[in-house]
């Protein structure tokens, strides 16, 4: 059992970040029997304040989140857990329980702008909007699909060529929005694929 401390009621707080987007998935609490489970079964355990029991994430709805690692604040009263979701982390569907921006202080734009992306070709896919590009994509099928993969990957080939760095922005984003339809048209998830990558980065790193 690692050295934590724990508040006067036995509870510490559990920061589940997503282990790939580093997203904040939720703010949760757990004791000692909720840590251990935890440690034990490879997927999040918490106490609930207002039930005052124990609760397995994803019991009953199937969005377990397995766990990566478990990491402590540096006075041992705070944990982060990263975990690897299989649905929404919130009881609304959202995948985060914090999904309402209260302030946006600039206008940086990072890897959630990627996540919200795969969330609406996801989302198209299921609903089919009519008159929406993805759906015309969904509908033509996998051969459409790869046509506009390879189109776009042409197009960013000849953007380099031409030594144009603003034609090879735009042309490497229409790249990846197909890339990530064919991922999607295939159930291949993109988060699947960067953990190819970070395997691939762990061997080389050993060999080094």
């Not at 734009?109 to 994509?137: D, F, K």
């Not at 390879?150 to 490497?172: P, Q, T, Y």
């Not at 929005?177 to 694929?193: A, C, I, K």
Request: glycine share 6%; proline share 2%.
């Amino acid at each position: 059992m690692a050295n934590l401390k724990y508040d006067e009621k036995g509870l510490i707080p559990v920061i589940v970040q997503h282990a790939i987007t580093r997203e904040v998935l939720t703010l949760a609490y757990m004791n000692e029997e909720a840590y251990s489970k935890t440690v034990e079964t490879g997927e999040t355990w918490f106490f609930s304040r207002s039930r005052q029991e124990l609760w397995h994430k994803g019991e009953t709805s199937g969005n377990t989140q397995k766990v990566v690692s478990i990491k402590a604040d540096c006075d041992s009263d705070a944990l982060v857990v990263e975990v690897l979701p299989a649905g929404p982390a919130c009881h609304t569907g959202e995948n985060t329980c914090f999904h309402n921006t209260l302030e946006k202080m600039d206008n940086t734009v990072g890897y959630n702008t990627i996540t919200a992306l795969i969330n609406v070709i996801e989302e198209r896919q299921q609903s089919m909007p009519e008159g929406a590009y993805t759906t015309y994509l969904f509908e033509k099928g996998v051969d459409k699909i790869c046509k506009k993969v390879g189109e776009e990957a042409a197009e960013v080939i000849i953007a380099s060529k031409n030594n144009d760095g603003e034609e090879l922005k735009w042309e490497a984003a229409d790249l990846l929005y197909h890339l990530l339809v064919l991922l999607q048209n295939q159930q291949v998830s993109f988060y699947d694929l960067l953990q190819v990558l970070q395997k691939r980065h762990e061997a080389k790193a050993d060999k080094n």
